[in-house]
C-alpha cells in the first residue's frame, strides 16, 4: 500500500480528493494536512510516497513545502495543484521535481490518468529499492563469509564492509563458532534471531554459514572484555541448549584489536574446530586450550602422538603406560582445563574404535556421554580405562570398507538429495554412527558431509534455475529445502544473489 499527503487549506478540497482515490479504488493510504507547516512536520515523523499539495497556502505555501520535502524524501514524488494556471507556477513546480502540475477544479479524467502515471513510478521505485537492498545484503554477506575464511584478507574486507554500515577498524572483535547436531539454523532461524537480540550486549553480525553451522563475529570499544564476550556466549549456549534442541557444540575466540592478531585467531577457531565439532557438545574457549608455555603444549602433544602410534600398532600395553605418563603431565600443566583434556582423551577413545573396529551403534555416543560429563581429570582418567577394557576384551570386527562406504553416501546424496537427508538418517542407512561417517567422509573427500549436501544441493537449484522449468518456490522444494526463505538465503550465501536474480541473468 503506497502513501499520499493531501494538503489544502481548504477542507472541501481535501474531502474531493479523498472522494476521487476512493472512487477510483486507488491502492493509497490517505493523511491530509491543512498548510505546509503541519505538512513538513507530517514527512518528518512519517513515510510518505506521494505528495499532492496546493500552492497558495497560509504559513507556507506548497513549493516552499516541496523544496523542504525534498531534502526529507528525495524519492518523494510531489504532485502541484493551484486555481492558478499562470506559466510562472508551473515553471516552479518542475524546479521542485514536480512530476505533474493540475489545476482547479480538478478534472477527474485527468486526476485519473495523473494518479495512475505517479502510482506507476512509486512502484518502479520501490521495485528499485527493494532490489538494492537484496544486493546490498547480498554483497554483505558474502563480504562476511569470506572474512570467516582463515586465509582472508582481513584489512581489505573489513574496509569494504564499511560501505553496509559495519564499521570493524580500531574495534575489539571476537568469533563465536557455533555447530549443531542437526540443521538447527535452517529450522529455527527467526528463533535464533531472537536469542542473539536477547543475548548478545555488543554489535554483531550473524554469519550463517551453512544450516549446521554459523559465526557470530562480535565487535565493540573499550569496554568489550573477554570475561564480557564468555558470559554472552554462555548466554546463547544456554537458550540453544534447551530441552529439546539438540547438541550444540560452540568455540569462543580470543579478543583482539582491529586486523592484526584476527586472522590468527579464525586459524585457531579452525583448528579447534576440525579437532572437536565432531565428538562433543559443549563450549570451548580458544583462550584457555593452550594457555601455558609453548614447550610445555609442545610436550604434551607429542606425548599425545605417541599414544595415537600405539594405537595405530594396537600396542594396548604400550598404550596404557604412555597414558599414565601423559595423564601425569596433564595434572602438573596446570594450564591444560578439564575440557581439554576431555577433547584430547575423546580423540584418542575414537582412535581405539575405529583401530579396533568397535563401529556399533551407539558405543561411541555412550562414551563421549561418560567423559563430557567428568568433573575433573581423575574421572576422565577412570573412564578412559574402562574403554581400554572394552577394546581389549572385544574382537576386532572385519574392517569396514571406507571407500566403499562413502561411494554408497555420495550415491544417497545425489538420489535423495531432495529429500530431508541429515547426518543422523544417512548413518542410520549405513549402519554407522554419525561421528563415525562425518569422520570418514572428511577423511576420504576432504569436506564434511553436510557441506558436500549442500554444495551438491546449491549446484542442482542452480541448474533447475537454468533450465526455467520449474516455479522459483518448487525449486527449492525439488532440491530439499520445504523453507523458501531459507532456501533463498542459502543460495545467496553461495552465488550472491538470489534465485529469480540468478534465473533473470541466466535468461
Given amino acids: 500500500m503506497l502513501r499520499i499527503l493531501l494538503v489544502d487549506d481548504e477542507r472541501t478540497e481535501r474531502e474531493g480528493i479523498r472522494f476521487l ?6 491502492p493509497l493510504k490517505v493523511a491530509e494536512a491543512s498548510n505546509g507547516k503541519k505538512a513538513l512536520e507530517y514527512i518528518k515523523e512519517h513515510p510518505v510516497d ?26 518523494l514524488v510531489i504532485i502541484v495543484f493551484s486555481a492558478y494556471g499562470e506559466f510562472e507556477y508551473a515553471r516552479q513546480a518542475c524546479e521542485v521535481n514536480a512530476v505533474n502540475y493540475l489545476l482547479k477544479p480538478i478534472e477527474v479524467e485527468e486526476f485519473r490518468e495523473v494518479m495512475e502515471k505517479v502510482i506507476a513510478i512509486c512502484r518502479e521505485r520501490r521495485q528499485w529499492e527493494e532490489k538494492k537492498e537484496s544486493l546490498l545484503v547480498a554483497d554483505k554477506s558474502l563480504l562476511l563469509f569470506k572474512l570467516m575464511s582463515p586465509k582472508a584478507s582481513c584489512e581489505e574486507i573489513g574496509k569494504s564492509l564499511e560501505a553496509y554500515g559495519v564499521h570493524l577498524q580500531n574495534k575489539y572483535m571476537a568469533v563465536i563458532c ?3 547436531e542437526e540443521n538447527y539454523f535452517e529450522h529455527c532461524y527467526d528463533d535464533f534471531l531472537k536469542i542473539l537480540e536477547k543475548s548478545v550486549p555488543m554489535g554483531y553480525e550473524y554469519i550463517n554459514q551453512y544450516p549446521n553451522l554459523a559465526n557470530i563475529l562480535l565487535y ?50 579452525e583448528r579447534l574446530r ?20 609453548e614447550e610445555r603444549l609442545t610436550q604434551t602433544e607429542r606425548m599425545k602422538q605417541e599414544v595415537l602410534k600405539s594405537v595405530r600398532n594396537r600396542d594396548l600395553a604400550a598404550v596404557k ?11 602438573v600443566e596446570k594450564s591444560s582445563s578439564a575440557m581439554y583434556a576431555k577433547y584430547t582423551f575423546l580423540d584418542i577413545v575414537k582412535a581405539l574404535y575405529e583401530e579396533y573396529g568397535i563401529y556399533h551403534k551407539g558405543i561411541l555416543f555412550e562414551t563421549t556421554e561418560e567423559i563430557m560429563g567428568c568433573s575433573g581429570l581423575d574421572e576422565v582418567e577412570e573412564a578412559f580405562y574402562r574403554v581400554m577394557e572394552k577394546a581389549d576384551s572385544m574382537q576386532q570386527d572385519k574392517a569396514a570398507d571406507v571407500s566403499q562406504t562413502v561411494a554408497e553416501i555420495i550415491r544417497m546424496v545425489k538420489n535423495e538429495y531432495m529429500e530431508d537427508l541429515s547426518l543422523e538418517g544417512i548413518a542410520g542407512k549405513v549402519c554407522l ?23 551438491y544441493r546449491m549446484q542442482q537449484a542452480k541448474t533447475l534455475l537454468e ?18 526463505s531459507y532456501f533463498n538465503r542459502l543460495f545467496k550465501n553461495h552465488f550472491g544473489v538470489t534465485p529469480k536474480q540468478y534465473r533473470e541473468g541466466a535468461t
Fill in 274 to 293: 576440525e579437532d572437536t565439532f565432531s565428538c562433543f557438545s559443549g563450549v570451548i574457549y580458544a583462550g584457555k586450550v593452550h594457555r601455558g608455555k
Fill in 50 to 75: 506521494i505528495l499532492l499539495t496546493d500552492v497558495k497556502m497560509p504559513y507556507m505555501d506548497g513549493l516552499e513545502l516541496a523544496r523542504a520535502a525534498n531534502g526529507y524524501n528525495s524519492s
Fill in 220 to 269: 565493540g570499544g573499550n569496554r568489550m572484555e573477554q570475561e564480557g564476550i564468555e558470559r554472552t556466549a554462555e548466554k546463547i549456549y544456554r537458550e540453544m541448549t534447551r530441552p529439546g534442541n539438540g547438541k550444540v557444540s560452540m568455540i569462543v575466540g580470543k579478543r583482539c584489536l582491529g586486523w592484526k592478531d584476527f586472522g590468527k585467531n579464525m586459524q585457531e577457531i
Fill in 467 to 484: 533450465q526455467g522449468k520449474m516455479k522459483i518456490v518448487d525449486v527449492g522444494k525439488a532440491c530439499g529445502y520445504p523453507n523458501q
Fill in 433 to 455: 554412527t554419525p561421528a563415525y561417517v562425518s569422520y570418514i567422509f572428511k577423511q576420504e573427500t576432504g569436506v564434511s558431509l553436510i557441506k558436500y549436501l549442500t554444495d
Fill in 321 to 331: 603406560e604412555q597414558m599414565a605418563a601423559y595423564l601425569s603431565c596433564l595434572k
Fill in 21 to 26: 482515490i476512493d472512487k477510483f479504488n486507488f
Fill in 178 to 180: 557455533i555447530e549443531t
